[in-house]
C-alpha cells in the first residue's frame, strides 16, 4: 500500500530552512559588507574630502597653502574642535564687546564757548546772533585801545543813527500834542523806552509830519537831537 500510495492533490511545501540560514549568515556579517545597507557617512565623508582637497588646490594655485589655511581659517577650526573634543571647551577667545563712542566727544567745547552771548549783550538786544558777538568781541577791543576823543566821536553817531530805531506811527498835534512811538504814547517831555540802556530818549516837539527827539548819553555827556518822520503806510 505504501507503494502504491496516491497524492490526494496536495504538494507538501519544500523546506525554507536554507532560506533561514542565509539570513542569519546576512545579520552576521558587518555593516560595511552588507550589500543592501546604504552607507551615508562614508558618503559624506566623501565628498567633504574632495570639496576641500578642492578648495585647497584652487587656492594653492593663487597663494600657496598658507595663504589657503589663513584665508579658510581651516587651522584656527581644526584646533578649536580638537579643544573642545578633549576639554569640553574651546580656547577660542571670546569677543569683545565693541564700545561705541560717545557722540559728544567730537564737539569742540571752546568753539562753543566762544559763541555764547553775555547776559549783558542780551539785555541790550534780545535778537543778537552769536557771530555778532564774536565780531563785538574784536570790536571793544579795538575801541578800548582808542583814545577817549575817538570814543566820544564814534559814540555821537552811534546816537545819531538811532533814529533806525524809533519809528513814528502817530502823531496828534494841539494844545497837548501827542505821539505813538514804538508803538508807544508819549507826550512832549516824556522818555521813550530804547533798548540800549545808555541811551536815553526824549520827545521835544510834536509836528503835522514829524517830531524831534532828543537822546542822550549821561556816562560820556553826549546829546543830540533828531527828526523822526511820520511814516505813513500805503
Not at 525554507?16 to 551615508?40: T, V
Not at 505821539?179 to 545808555?198: K, L, M, S
Not at 541811551?199 to 514829524?210: E, F, G, K, Q
Amino acid at each position: 500500500m505504501t507503494e502504491n500510495w496516491e497524492s490526494d492533490g496536495f504538494e507538501q511545501t519544500p523546506m525554507l530552512e536554507p532560506e533561514f540560514d542565509e539570513i542569519d549568515e546576512f545579520e552576521e556579517l558587518p555593516s560595511f559588507a552588507r550589500r543592501n545597507r546604504r552607507r551615508p557617512a562614508i558618503l559624506m565623508a566623501t565628498v567633504f574630502a574632495g570639496g576641500l582637497a578642492a578648495i585647497v588646490i584652487m587656492r594653492s594655485l593663487t597663494g600657496g597653502i598658507g595663504q589657503v589655511m589663513a584665508n579658510t581659517g581651516i587651522e584656527s577650526t581644526v584646533n578649536g574642535f580638537l579643544d573642545f573634543m578633549r576639554d569640553g571647551k574651546s580656547t577660542k577667545p571670546a569677543r569683545k564687546q565693541a564700545i561705541s563712542p560717545s557722540p559728544f566727544d567730537d564737539l569742540v567745547t571752546d568753539h562753543y564757548a566762544s559763541l555764547q552771548v553775555p547776559a549783558e549783550s542780551l539785555r541790550s538786544n534780545p535778537f543778537i546772533i552769536p557771530w555778532t558777538v564774536s565780531n563785538e568781541t574784536h570790536t571793544v577791543l579795538n575801541r578800548s585801545q582808542i583814545s577817549p576823543r575817538q570814543r566820544r566821536a564814534i559814540r555821537l553817531q552811534e546816537l545819531e543813527a538811532a533814529t533806525d530805531l524809533l519809528e513814528l506811527q502817530l502823531v496828534m498835534t494841539g494844545s497837548n500834542p501827542i505821539a505813538t512811538i514804538n508803538e508807544q504814547a508819549v507826550r512832549v517831555g516824556d522818555v521813550i523806552r530804547v533798548d540800549d540802556r545808555d541811551m536815553t530818549c526824549i520827545l521835544r516837539s510834536v509836528s503835522s509830519h514829524s517830531v524831534q527827539v532828543e537822546i542822550l548819553d549821561d556816562m560820556l555827556g553826549l546829546e543830540t537831537v533828531v527828526t523822526i518822520p511820520l511814516r505813513r503806510h500805503e
